[in-house]
């Protein structure tokens, strides 16, 4: 039987690895809302939603939607962009924010847009997910170290950390230290909670006093209430300008998401469907956001953390909904104990996975997109979180043009006694023919260098003597925009004048259809009738 057969087959397994992953997605789920600048009931929120909904809607059976920590601080940088600080109004924007991220996942589902988060490139993401990481673990250490700071953005609170050194509190440091190094020494036992045994650790302290003696604040009361859903009050205005930023949480929070459903599925084998889970992830937010909850994801640690932990289907996400529901309606009092260097330490080592620059060597041993990576990483520290993921999608797309822009023509010759024609400056023998030219454009055609292209075949051509046949092999550019074909009409026209013969060879399907209908007496059917470079050249 498939893995995807037994993916809809709830058992013993899933239900041991909900109990498993509960313990560690409880914490996080408190601690992410930090991140957001939310209270924690938010971040309990949306746990419950992406767990209960994803489970019920979702394809993939390892994937665990809740908090991430990406959309934790995408959504604290937005909303700290329209507000001040005031809490309610915070918390409404942010929900406003989800329930619109909610909304552009199920249209984009039901458009079938399941390959959106190709728009953002992969050096992109793994810039992004560094600098990320960095601004995320230097935002903790204010609670670790109790200390107040001014500025939100990288380099000025660095400062301001630096400059109150006088003040910190070493014993929330030598705490989040202590955190760190029993979570790191806990994990390699997937099936140990390691983050639940630590914030139990961390309330029998404060329990006990002693973080009142030492001067470390707690986490402090909060409640979960499910009784009133519904949409925030915000004006029509407001709702506007939430659109564009909940369209950047959308974007990032499905190609996290998409990124790790990927990954298991093709680990296992697996079947996933990328729509159905755009449909899924939309439910799950709208869920979450009626509810004043964060924005949720599948996020790759509680994934890999539920896969580890022996899930056999979506069943072991609802069962770790149910274990999350138990333990808050007993144990929320508890909770409210929790020493904030204590979640501090469960936020950094959730994003330490992230923090090594060596997710960017691949880049630089290939020699690719070393530079759109860096970029990426610098923009999010000197810009912030979220427009800094924007300067990084817009110097990659940048760059993309920049590439495609380039003039890049080959010229061909005969390999041989064959009918291979190759670029003669890789293949020396390969033989120019005697009154021809053959050029190849290595790049697509298209507005921004298909002028530079025709520029240099025709300098080639006017400085090659006898030359009496062009042929054009187009077969890097798939199709042709308005100002290709204009480009081309006018070089036909070029080469026309200039008692020269114009063909084109290995011409795409779509490229012949829109040649069809140019009907210019300079691109007639028999300039593109050829099929090869060699029946072009016969022609």
Not at 245 to 260: H, R
Not at 331 to 340: Q, S
Request: charged content about 15%; glycine content about 10%.
């Amino acid at each position: 039987m498939s893995a995807l057969a037994n993916a809809g087959k709830p058992g013993a397994a899933d239900l041991i690895a909900g109990l498993s992953i509960a313990g560690l997605l409880l914490p996080e789920a408190v601690a992410y809302s930090s991140i957001a600048g939310l209270p924690p009931q938010a971040g309990v929120m949306a746990l419950f939603a992406g767990l209960l909904v994803y489970g019920l809607l979702g394809s993939s059976r390892f994937a665990i939607v809740s908090a991430t920590s990406s959309s934790a601080a995408v959504l604290a940088a937005a909303t700290t962009s329209l507000t001040g600080a005031d809490p309610a109004t915070r918390l409404a924007l942010g929900a406003g924010i989800v329930l619109l991220a909610g909304v552009f996942f199920i249209a984009a589902g039901l458009l079938r847009l399941g390959a959106v988060s190709s728009l953002i490139a992969k050096p992109v993401l793994r810039g992004f997910a560094l600098g990320l990481a960095m601004t995320i673990v230097l935002k903790q250490l204010p609670k670790v170290l109790a200390v107040p700071t001014a500025h939100g953005d990288f380099f000025r609170l660095a400062r301001d950390l630096a400059a109150s050194w006088r003040q910190w509190n070493w014993a929330g440091a030598i705490m989040a230290l202590l955190a760190l190094t029993l979570l790191r020494a806990l994990g390699r036992w997937r099936a140990v909670p390691a983050a639940l045994l630590v914030i139990a650790a961390g309330i029998a302290f404060d329990v006990s006093g002693q973080s009142h003696t030492w001067g470390i604040a707690a986490v402090g009361p909060f409640s979960i209430d499910f009784s009133h859903p519904g949409l925030p009050s915000l004006a029509a205005e407001q709702w506007v300008k939430l659109g564009e930023l909940a369209f950047a949480v959308a974007l990032i929070l499905y190609a996290e998401s998409y990124g790790s459903i990927r990954t298991f599925a093709l680990r296992h084998g697996d079947e996933v469907s990328a729509n159905r889970d755009l449909l899924a992830l939309g439910a799950a937010n709208l869920a979450s956001g009626l509810f004043r909850g964060m924005p949720v994801g599948a996020g790759y640690s509680a994934t890999s953390a539920n896969e580890a932990a022996g899930a056999q289907s979506r069943a072991a996400g609802l069962a770790a909904g149910a274990t999350v529901l138990v333990a808050v309606l007993t144990l929320l009092p508890w909770i409210a104990h929790t020493p904030e260097p204590i979640l501090a330490a469960i936020v950094i080592h959730a994003v330490a996975h992230t923090l090594s620059p060596a997710a960017l060597r691949p880049y630089f041993h290939w020699k690719r997109d070393r530079l759109t990576a860096l970029v990426a990483v610098a923009a999010v520290l000197l810009f912030g979180v979220l427009d800094g993921l924007l300067v990084a999608i817009g110097v990659s797309l940048a760059m993309l043009l920049h590439g495609f822009a380039r003039t890049s023509v080959s010229w061909l010759g005969r390999l041989g006694d064959g009918h291979d024609y190759v670029d003669m400056a890789r293949h020396p023998d390969a033989i120019a023919p005697t009154d021809g030219l053959i050029a190849r454009p290595e790049v697509p055609l298209f507005f921004g260098n298909a002028d530079a292209v025709f520029a240099a075949i025709r300098q080639r051509a006017a400085g090659q003597v006898g030359t009496r046949r062009i042929v054009l092999s187009l077969e890097e550019s798939p199709d042709l925009d308005g100002t290709s074909i204009e480009a081309l009409c006018e070089f036909a026209i070029w080469v026309r004048a200039r008692g020269m013969q114009l063909k084109l060879a290995r011409v795409k399907d779509a490229v012949r259809d829109v040649l069809d209908r140019v009907h210019s007496p300079d691109l007639a059917a028999d300039t593109y009738a050829a099929w090869s470079v060699d029946d072009a050249m016969q022609s």
